[in-house]
């Protein structure tokens, strides 16, 4: 069942995507060849904890640290480690969730590191791309699906990437994840309409390869990567269903 948002809701749930937000800039400030992820995740887990919110993250069904790392061919939910150190030309998402005052906001990005390719700028332009063009579709009354799976899918198709499709965006606020499901693909089954005061999650993970397979870490429980070995990038925002269209929650 999606949960419509009443105005209470939907100020505690932009104030935590505000800080979430705020939380992100700072992570990907720290973003340099040489630093651990486990360094990043041990600032950022200061400076949410310092602003009064808790990282929702850890300790969420096991997860083991305050944010998800995810570098290179990792698609996402990469946990940070000392051993994960940045070098010139990886790129890495950081996903920020944070709980403040008991309400939701995730937001994440994806940057490279020092000097990369001009191939690979081209794959985050355009999953930033991707991105936006889900959002400028939204409005009351339009499909899910049509607005975000349909749209992401036919613009990066002509490139060559593909969205991966066993995860996608969520409802978010009261929760860490909620309904709806939100497929970035075309996916009609169980598509619903947009309303006012719905807020969802739109995250698409892009491979830079037609092949949108995934495999699963068995041993860390965690870990997502792309079954062929290409990059991947992802841009995530969390959004509310206007009367008149979209409010990007996670906007700074
Ligand atoms: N923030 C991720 C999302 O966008 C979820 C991470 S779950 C975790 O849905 F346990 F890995 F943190
Ligand atoms: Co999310
Ligand atoms: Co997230």
């Known amino acids: 069942m999606v949960i419509i948002k009443n105005p209470e809701q939907i100020n505690g749930i932009r104030a935590s995507s505000q800080l979430a937000a705020q939380t992100l800039k700072y992570a990907l400030s720290l973003v340099r060849p040489g630093i651990s992820t486990e360094e990043i995740n041990k600032f ?5 904890i310092n602003n009064g919110a808790i990282p929702a993250p850890l300790n969420y069904e096991g997860f083991p ?6 570098i290179n061919n990792v698609v996402c939910h990469g946990i940070p480690s000392p051993k994960d150190i940045l070098k010139n030309g990886d790129i890495i998402n950081i996903d920020i969730t944070t709980i403040l005052h008991g309400y939701y906001g995730d937001v994440s990005a994806t940057v490279g590191v020092d000097k990369i390719s001009s191939e690979t700028k081209l794959l985050i332009e355009r999953t930033r791309t991707a991105l936006t063009k889900a959002i400028a579709q939204l ?36 929760h860490f994840h909620e309904d709806p499901f939100v497929f970035h693909y075309r996916h009609p089954d169980g598509d619903i309409i947009l309303k006012p005061g719905m807020i969802f999650t739109i995250e698409p993970m892009v491979n830079a390869s037609p092949n949108w397979h995934v495999t699963f870490d068995r041993s860390d429980g965690w870990t997502v990567r792309t079954r062929d070995g290409s ?4 841009f995530e925002h969390t959004i509310l269903i206007t009367p008149t269209g979209s409010e990007i929650l996670t906007q700074l």
């Not at 950022?44 to 949410?48: A, P």
């Not at 990059?231 to 992802?234: A, E, H, N, T």
């Open 65 to 70: 640290k305050s944010i998800c790392t995810s």
């Open 231 to 234: 990059l991947s990038c992802q």
């Open 139 to 174: 409005k009351p009354g339009r499909s899910l699906n049509k607005s975000v799976g349909v749209t992401i899918q036919n613009y990066l198709a002509p490139f060559g990437y593909s969205p991966v499709r066993e995860l996608g965006g969520h409802g978010v606020g009261i």
């Open 44 to 48: 950022t887990h200061k400076f949410i």
